[in-house]
């Protein structure tokens, strides 16, 4: 996996103020049904993401492959984000397959056998943590305004950060280790997307980071997008060397 010098020199990571974090990483490279494309990536993409938060928590849970079916990703977040209390965040990664309004789980044939984000918004509203964040690497990952009026799911304090518009794929390169959405997510979180070198990542920091470098590197084919009700201010993470 290729780390930025400053990721590399991230000795001790601490997230912001919270007093823990919570953290479920999922990457589906090869699915059940034969129709579907597998993907290069994206099981890379989960680890890389887990590792990261494992220099700052022991709450970290990483579902891949086979493994990742509905039923378990839906299981693991419920059990992971209900130990959360008043002040901790919560974190769900997803690398894969995506549809308009979901992510797509192992198994997945039809849409009903899809994870609606409404699902997942549900779960995570329903935990006691301060700061919420889904992170999804995955095509179509930006359409989750409804058709018609512009309006999205109802998500509280969630904070979606999405790898491409409704309407676009989520790019792969052979010559990369990650896919160009997470790994510039992870340079970013490590540091890159300081730009006003305070050690501290908020989130308008790091879209624009995350942006500019997905679309410098897929010639403005793909577009993150940043859904939710947040300040701009807020921290993602926080980092000092001891």
């Known amino acids: 996996m290729r780390i930025v010098a400053a990721f590399i020199l991230l000795l001790f990571c601490s997230l912001a103020s919270f007093a823990d974090t919570f953290v479920v990483c999922v990457g589906i490279g090869?699915?059940?049904?034969?129709?579907?494309?597998?993907?290069?990536k994206t099981e890379k993409d989960a680890k890389a993401?887990?590792?990261f938060?494992?220099?700052?928590?022991e709450n970290v849970i990483t579902i891949t492959g086979r493994y990742a079916t509905k039923s378990r990703i839906l299981t693991s977040l419920k059990s992971q984000f209900s130990r959360a209390k008043s002040g901790d965040k919560i974190i769900f990664y997803f690398s894969g397959h995506g549809y308009p309004g979901g992510f797509c789980p192992h198994e997945m044939r039809t849409l009903k056998d899809g994870?609606?984000?409404?699902e997942v918004v549900d779960i995570m509203k329903n935990s006691q943590a301060s700061c919420k964040f889904i992170f999804a690497d995955a095509c179509n990952s930006g359409a989750i305004r409804q058709k018609g009026n512009g309006s999205g799911p109802e998500i509280g304090n969630v904070v979606f950060f999405l790898s491409s518009r409704g309407n676009e794929y989520s790019m792969e390169s052979p010559f990369l280790a990650n896919?160009?959405?997470t790994k510039h997510l992870l340079r970013g979180l490590g540091g890159g997307a300081d730009a006003d070198k305070d050690r501290r990542i908020t989130v308008s920091e790091l879209f624009?980071?995350?942006s500019d470098g997905v679309r410098s590197q897929t010639n403005d084919r793909q577009h993150p997008v940043m859904w939710g009700k947040f300040p701009d201010d807020l921290v993602v993470?926080?980092?000092s060397q001891k």
């Open 53 to 57: 938060y494992k220099r700052a928590t």
């Open 49 to 51: 993401m887990a590792e």
């Open 115 to 118: 994870i609606a984000y409404s």
């Open 208 to 210: 624009k980071y995350v």
């Open 179 to 181: 896919g160009y959405f």
């Open 237 to 239: 993470v926080s980092y």
């Open 30 to 40: 090869n699915y059940a049904d034969d129709r579907v494309h597998n993907l290069a």
